[in-house]
Antibody, heavy 126, light 108 residues
Framework: QITLKESGPTLVKPTQTLTLTCTFS??????????VGWIRQPPGKALEWLAL???????RYSPSLKSRLTITKDTSKNQVVLTMTNMDPVDTATYYC??????????????????WGQGTLVTVSS | SYELTQPPSVSVSPGQTARITCSGD??????AYWYQQKPGQAPVLVIYKDSERPSGIPERFSGSSSGTTVTLTISGVQAEDEADYYCQSADSSGTSLVFGGGTKLTVL
C-alpha cells in the first residue's frame, strides 16, 4: 500500500523560503520508473502542478515557477523535499505530494498521480 | 503556457448522465486523466490514459477522447458523486504537466 504525507510549516512570512517534506511508504525511489510529485491548490481554486522528481534524479518543474522551486530526494529516508523561495501571500495553498504513475510507449512517457497525500495548508502572511 | 479548459459547473439529477469536458490543443498527442475531489479531501484518480478505470472506481465512471476534447462521463449519477472534477494532461512535449480549472458537479 502506497502512502504519502506532507510536513512543514503552516505559516511563513512574505519573502521567506518554504521547505516542505514528503515522507512516503510502499515504494522506493531507488526503483526504476518511480517518482514523487508536488501539486498545490489555493483555497477555493484549481490544482496546480509544481514539480516532479524521478528515481534517476530527473527533475521537472512548472515553467511559471521554475525559478523559485527546487526538488530533491533522500532515497535512504524515503523523503522528497520541495523548496520554494520568495514566498508571497498568493502562494497560500494546500500543498500535496503524490505518487506519479508512468506509462512509456516507444516514443513518449506519460505521467499521472495516484495516490495523493492528505495535503498541508501553508499560509503566507506577515 | 499550455491550458486545459473545463466548464465551471455541471448539474444533473440523480440517475441521469453527467458529462464533463476538457479541451486542450495537445490532447490529440497526450493522454488525459481525471480526478475527483470532495470538500476537504485530497483528489482521487477516477480515469487514466483517457478511458482506463483504476481498480475500486465504480463502472459508472468512464472516459473518452475525440480530437482536442476529452470527456468524463458518469452514468446513473448518485448523490455521492457530487464533487469537483479535474482533468490533467501534459503539454505537447510531455515535459510540463497541467491541470484544468476544475468542474463542480452538482447533483440536484
Amino acid at each position: 500500500q502506497i502512502t504519502l504525507k506532507e510536513s512543514g510549516p503552516t505559516l511563513v512570512k512574505p519573502t521567506q523560503t518554504l521547505t516542505l517534506t514528503c515522507t512516503f511508504s510502499g515504494f522506493s525511489l531507488s526503483t526504476s520508473g518511480v517518482g514523487v510529485g508536488w501539486i498545490r491548490q489555493p483555497p477555493g481554486k484549481a490544482l496546480e502542478w509544481l514539480a516532479l522528481i524521478y528515481w534517476d534524479d530527473d527533475k521537472r518543474y512548472s515553467p511559471s515557477l521554475k525559478s523559485r522551486l527546487t526538488i530533491t530526494k533522500d532515497t535512504s529516508k524515503n523523503q522528497v523535499v520541495l523548496t520554494m523561495t520568495n514566498m508571497d501571500p498568493v502562494d497560500t495553498a494546500t500543498y500535496y505530494c503524490a505518487h506519479p504513475r508512468r506509462y512509456c510507449s516507444s516514443t513518449s512517457c506519460y505521467s499521472w498521480f495516484d495516490p495523493w497525500g492528505q495535503g498541508t495548508l501553508v499560509t503566507v502572511s506577515s | 503556457s499550455y491550458e486545459l479548459t473545463q466548464p465551471p459547473s455541471v448539474s444533473v439529477s440523480p440517475g441521469q448522465t453527467a458529462r464533463i469536458t476538457c479541451s486542450g490543443d495537445a490532447l490529440p498527442k497526450q493522454y488525459a486523466y481525471w480526478y475527483q475531489q470532495k470538500p476537504g479531501q485530497a483528489p482521487v484518480l477516477v480515469i487514466y490514459k483517457d478511458s482506463e478505470r483504476p481498480s475500486g472506481i465504480p463502472e459508472r465512471f468512464s472516459g473518452s477522447s475525440s480530437g482536442t476534447t476529452v470527456t468524463l462521463t458518469i452514468s446513473g449519477v448518485q448523490a455521492e458523486d457530487e464533487a469537483d472534477y479535474y482533468c490533467q494532461s501534459a503539454d505537447s512535449s510531455g515535459t510540463s504537466l497541467v491541470f484544468g480549472g476544475g468542474t463542480k458537479l452538482t447533483v440536484l
